[in-house]
């Protein structure tokens, strides 16, 4: 309700009133700079107390976001990935280095990608991202484990840094095989650290994806990495359609189960020059398969001296041209692929902690569906009932435990897979739990679906991977079958847990492995094969050639020689790492003060709120894709 106006003849009683009815210029004037003044006080205390906006100027929490770097869709099988350009800048200043990054490799088919610097203005160097970060947060409550953070760096108090919260005040830490394992003085067990769904779907990163095919290696015969089960004296219901453009995989409905299966393998970056430069890929046994790794897309950046790449005047040079990239001519020039950056690009670990995510067609009304994952040797099933929708977890290994889960029972849940449809499904095995998703939604079970897998494999010496003749087991980790059921499977999905590195050494010797790469022979021991091991030339090599022979990954020494990494926190000490773990500067590798007190704590970071804009086909067309909710 509006204010009745006074009477004609009454007196004004307030400036303000006056003012209001008879503006004046100089007052008007006055009046604007105060409104401009108040706006810059209320910016500030909304900067100051409620949230401030910050930009990435690393990739060390790749690829949940971006520092400096390229964004591209890969020449090959057309996927959008994102490449670091960091070293394009000076980490104090950020003013230009002396190096440019010229080419990267894809986050799926691991295809070679040259950047285009002279025709496609999308090669261009993007900015990282631009955040928005809550002041307000930790004003009323206490950081949670998994929370991305900006903190003041505790020995340079002027630098900011942002990671996600790993460790909490009063934790013992031990970093394993990847995980984060707890312990209080009010829980002394050592205990895994997991995440909750919602953060599993946010940190797994993409292995492979049948949406992007490779079309040029496709066209000279390159398998399908989703393979059917071979069994002994019973045909495969399978039959795979893999083209430039398409994959799907069609199940006919038999008594006995049949499954299709991933086999983890790529071409190195030098066979793919061989075949971008007119050579054939050769045979390539389908069955065949390495090791899943931390290998992050990120990470593959090559670079190049400025200079061979731009004149003084800023202009490239005249022999790079859209037909000779930087790289082509960096090639011609000597430049080897299977060095340098190669060395870390393979990724050294083996992560176990998988997830897989399907696109099906279900045309039976009845049947049994099953999704299987593998880590240790031990299969871990998820089996659905098609006519009632009923889902049962089960383990199948040797020497499984009678009471593997807490209830004793093996949990089961009611799901939406209920007869015929379209569906998608989603199962995790990350930090010793299983998780479902049917259509996006977490499946809930009946009890819970956390296990111990020291109770699986006790033995430090026994968390490896595993392969035997019939059945190979970690060889081909993920899989997905049916039993009297007819389904298509339109689109296949492999991810993978960030796996947390135990750095190893000190100092300027600090080295972001669990292996120590600077005893090469150790890691040559680990070789049984002796005429191979005399081949090999570098740590990298070393693991690379375990990885992709199953058949040596139960008598190897390698897995035994990963380190591990332990801190003690106090009461208000926090312990944060990267999600970039092979490239982050975080509390693992800080000299004498690995955490963060309460006091230098920023704040929690929200969203993505301005990544870089694309340069075409329109300059500065926002890039929508990239904004939202930092989980």
Same mark, same amino acid.
């Given at each position: ?348 670990? #083996? !992560?176990?902690?998988?997830?897989? =995510? +399907? @696109? ?5 009304? &009845?049947?049994? %569906? ?66 479902? #998703? !049917?259509?996006?939604?977490?499946? =809930? +079970? @009946? ?5 111990? &897998?020291?109770? %699986? ?82 740590? &990298? ?91």
């Amino acid at each position: 309700m509006s204010a009745a106006a006074p009477p004609k003849s009454s007196a004004k009683s307030s400036e303000e009133t006056l003012d209001e009815e008879n503006p004046t210029k100089p007052q008007g004037t006055r009046e604007t700079i105060e409104s401009i003044i108040v706006a810059f006080i209320l910016a500030f205390l909304f900067r100051a107390f409620v949230a401030e906006a910050f930009v990435i100027p690393t990739g060390s929490m790749a690829p949940t976001l971006m520092g400096a770097h390229k964004d591209l869709f890969c020449q090959h099988c057309g996927e959008q990935y994102q490449a670091s350009a960091s070293s394009e800048f000076n980490s104090g200043d950020q003013a230009p280095s002396p190096y440019v990054t010229v080419g990267s490799t894809c986050s799926t088919c691991r295809g070679l990608n040259k950047y285009d610097l002279h025709s496609n203005p999308n090669a261009a160097t993007f900015s990282g991202d631009r955040i928005l970060v809550s002041k307000f947060d930790y004003i009323f409550q206490q950081p949670q484990r998994w929370e991305v953070l900006v903190f003041k760096y505790p020995l340079e108090a002027h630098m900011n840094y942002i990671k996600r919260l790993i460790g909490l005040p009063g934790e013992s830490l031990l970093i394993q095989e990847g995980d984060i394992y707890t312990q209080t003085a009010d829980a002394p067990q050592w205990t895994i650290a997991r995440k909750p769904p919602h953060k599993i779907r946010a940190m797994q990163q993409i292995v492979a994806d049948t949406k992007y095919q490779p079309a040029d290696i496709i066209a000279q015969g390159w398998p399908s990495l989703w393979q059917p089960s071979p069994a002994a004296d019973v045909p495969t219901a399978w039959q795979i359609e893999q083209a430039e453009e398409q994959w799907s995989a069609q199940l006919s409905a038999t008594a006995q189960p049949q499954w299709l299966r991933y086999y983890h393998k790529f071409l190195d970056d030098s066979a793919w020059q061989q075949v971008m430069s007119g050579g054939r890929v050769g045979q390539v046994d389908p069955y065949s398969s390495t090791l899943i790794t931390d290998y992050l897309a990120y990470n593959s950046s090559y670079q190049l001296e400025r200079e061979r790449i731009y004149l003084r005047n800023g202009a490239l040079r005249p022999e790079i041209d859209s037909d000779n990239t930087a790289m082509d001519v960096a090639i011609a020039d000597g430049l080897q692929l299977d060095g340098g950056r190669q060395q870390s690009n393979d990724g050294h670990h #083996w !992560v176990g902690d998988l997830a897989a =995510e +399907f @696109d099906i067609e279900v045309a039976s009304s &009845s049947g049994t %569906l099953l999704l299987d994952l593998v880590e240790f040797g031990v299969h871990f099933r998820c089996t659905i009932d098609v006519a009632t929708g009923q889902a049962k977890l089960s383990l199948e290994g040797d020497a499984i435990p009678a009471e593997v889960w807490g209830e004793g029972s093996a949990p089961t849940a009611q799901t939406a897979v209920r007869g015929a449809g379209s569906y998608n499904l989603e199962l995790a095995n990350f930090d010793d739990q299983l998780v479902l #998703w !049917v259509n996006g939604r977490v499946v =809930e +079970f @009946d009890h819970s679906t956390q296990f111990d &897998s020291r109770k %699986l494999r006790p033995k430090n010496d026994d968390r490896r991977p595993y392969w035997t003749e019939t059945d190979p087991l970690d060889a081909a980790p993920l899989g997905i079958g049916g039993q009297d059921l007819q389904l298509t499977v339109n689109r296949a999905r492999v991810y993978r847990d960030i796996y947390y590195i135990a750095v190893q050494g000190g100092g300027f010797a600090r080295q972001y492995s669990d292996y120590d790469l600077d005893r090469l022979p150790p890691l040559l021991a680990a070789i049984p094969d002796s005429s191979l091991r005399g081949r090999v030339r570098s740590a &990298s090599e070393a693991i690379s050639a375990v990885y992709s022979h199953p058949q040596w990954w139960e008598q190897t020494s390698l897995f035994s020689q990963r380190g591990t990494l332990g801190f003690q926190l106090e009461a208000d000490q926090y312990f944060p790492m990267g999600d970039n773990s092979s490239h982050s500067s975080d509390a693992r590798a800080w000299v004498g003060h690995n955490y963060v007190e309460q006091k230098y704590l920023l704040g929690k970071a929200l969203l993505v709120f301005w990544p870089h804009t694309w340069n075409s086909p329109i300059p500065f067309t926002p890039n929508f894709a990239r904004m939202g909710l930092i989980r």
